[in-house]
C-alpha cells in the first residue's frame, strides 16, 4: 500500500517536472528573439 502511494507521488514529481521544463524551454525561446537586435 505505501509503495502505491510512493508511486503516486514520484508520477506527481514527474508530471510537475515535465511542466517547468517546458515552462523553462518556452522562456528560453521567448528571451532568445529579444536578444536579437
Known sequence: MGDK????DKEKSQKQNTEKQKQK???????????KP
Open 5 to 8: 502511494g510512493g508511486k503516486k
Open 25 to 35: 524551454v518556452k522562456n528560453k525561446f521567448d528571451k532568445q528573439p529579444q536578444r
